[in-house]
């Protein structure tokens, strides 16, 4: 499935909200997971889907803080892909890490992808660490300035594979649109369980 997040809650208009919206999302997460797991075997209440980790708060306050340092007051047009892949995450993470030319990436690095993925170069902000390894941070200025986080969550027996753009300035709109249908073919080709997309959200 592919995912277009209405509006981001560190957009300008939506700081304010920012804790009480991840509260929600979290306990929606939980709410969805006791379809596919035994209460013994939940996520903790510190974790949703989106939001991997040992606290899940963390990588969100991460981007508020990417936010806040370099766009400052421009709103946001954003992308979330989804997809499900088999376990191991170990190998859905390497997968999604090589192909998109990030394998073995450290923060400070520079990388960009390869021909034949869709357009993304900038630095690595953040790598995995602690108890969440498969996960990655980038501050992009291709194809338009913004932040990309990509993770690898395993969960009920299969492994969530979500890349997530939140791109910003007046080129934003019309990047997401025209690299939507680039995403959309790239994750079918890698990640063949993604279905259909919805509408792109801006704020």
Same mark, same amino acid.
């Given at each position: 499935m592919i995912l277009r997040l209405r509006r981001l809650p560190w957009s300008p208009s939506g700081v304010g909200c920012f804790q009480n919206w991840l509260s929600g999302l979290r306990r929606d997460a939980r709410h969805a997971s006791r379809y596919c797991a035994p209460e013994d075997q939940l996520p903790p209440?510190?974790?949703?889907?989106?939001?991997p980790g040992p606290s899940g708060q963390e990588d969100y306050f991460r981007i508020l803080k990417l936010y806040l340092t370099y766009f400052r007051g421009q709103h946001s047009s954003n992308l979330q892909l989804m997809s499900v892949a088999p376990e191991p995450v170990s190998k859905a993470w390497d997968m999604l890490t090589a192909s998109l030319g990030l394998a073995d990436a450290t923060a400070g690095q520079r990388r960009n992808t390869p021909a034949g993925a869709p357009p993304l170069a900038g630095v690595v902000e953040l790598t995995g660490e602690r108890g969440h390894p498969h996960q990655l941070l980038l501050r992009v200025d291709q194809p338009t300035p913004g932040i990309v986080h990509l993770f690898a969550l395993p969960m009920c027996g299969q492994v969530f594979v979500v890349i997530r753009l939140y791109?910003?300035?007046d080129r934003a709109p019309a990047?997401?649109?025209?690299? *939507?249908?680039?995403?959309?073919?790239?994750?079918? *080709?890698?990640f063949p369980a993604v279905g259909h997309p919805s509408n792109v959200g801006s704020d």
């Open positions: 209440a510190n974790l949703g889907v989106a939001s791109l910003y300035g990047a997401v649109l025209r690299d *939507e249908p680039l995403w959309h073919t790239w994750m079918n *080709e890698h």
